[in-house]
């Protein structure tokens, strides 16, 4: 029977991979991946096969990886931190019926989220939303409605893919929607390049945000009403004290 891992590799650099994900490249004989990720990770392993397409060649992609663990090959998909949250597994898994007889496997990795907020502080140290303002596969009405309603139920925020050349205005856009409800000094962080070259952190408010220019290797981080700034870090308090 084929094997394919659908693996969450961080945010790319060694270090911040888990036991499991190193485990699952190394017994590879397959490493397939978006382009960028394939980088990140070929100089880990060069004696490796790998398969990687540009970034909107996600389904051709997965349909191969599927197809190659169908002729008995062992195959780790990659994603950029978690598989599972806007990585390749799902994806993966709608496909999947399609090629009976491989046996998938998921294996978690960690998300920008985490990656960028420990780098921060504590931003999400209570409940909070994760959207993605690429409306790529998202219609933008459907974006600024979730928004809304994540600014409306007081949530920090914490905001994937918020800007890239083709979507310059999209940071911006998603702030004067926020700030419909929240104040223009509610607290906010940026992490650039979490576990890659020219990493970099910063603090500031909704206000400035709307200002700020960002990448797709940006993460960006709202706070809650409870959110502050303590010792120059980004906390959100988990809403009660011990002792």
Same mark, same amino acid.
């Given at each position: ?9 961080? @945010?790319?650099? /060694?270090?911040? !991979? ?5 485990? /699952? ?20 392993? @060069? ?7 540009? !970034?909107? $060649? ?10 190659? /663990?169908?002729? #008995? ?32 496997? /998921?294996? @978690? ?8 907020? &420990? ?7 209570? #409940? ?27 949530? &920090? ?18 702030? $004067? ?11 906010? $962080? ?25 990448? !797709? ?16 870090? !980004?906390?959100? @308090? ?6």
């Amino acid at each position: 029977m084929g094997k394919l891992i659908i693996a969450g590799i961080g @945010p790319g650099g /060694a270090a911040h !991979m888990t036991a499991a994900c190193r485990e /699952a490249l190394e017994s590879a004989d397959i490493i397939a991946g978006y382009t960028g990720y394939v980088d990140l990770v070929r100089p880990l392993y @060069p004696e490796k096969s790998y398969l990687d397409t540009p !970034m909107t $060649g996600e389904t051709e992609r997965c349909r191969e990886a599927l197809q190659l /663990a169908q002729r #008995d090959r062992k195959v780790c998909i990659i994603s950029s931190g978690d598989s599972g949250i806007y990585g390749m597994a799902s994806l993966i898994f709608e496909l999947a019926e399609d090629y009976p007889g491989v046996s998938i496997k /998921a294996i @978690p990795g960690v998300t920008a989220a985490s990656s960028g907020g &420990a780098l921060l502080g504590a931003p999400l140290g209570h #409940d909070f939303a994760v959207i993605s303002l690429s409306d790529r596969l998202t219609s933008w009405e459907t974006i600024a409605g979730r928004l809304r309603a994540a600014a409306q139920g007081d949530f &920090a925020i914490c905001l994937y893919n918020p800007g890239s050349a083709g979507r310059r205005d999209h940071l911006r856009t998603a702030c $004067g929607i926020l700030l419909e409800t929240l104040p223009p000094d509610r607290v906010c $962080g940026l992490a650039r390049n979490v576990g890659r070259a020219g990493e970099d952190t910063a603090l500031t408010t909704l206000g400035a945000l709307e200002k700020t220019t960002v990448d !797709m290797f940006t993460t960006v981080f709202i706070g809650s009403s409870r959110t502050r700034v303590i010792g120059g870090k !980004m906390v959100t @308090p988990r809403g009660y004290r011990n002792g």
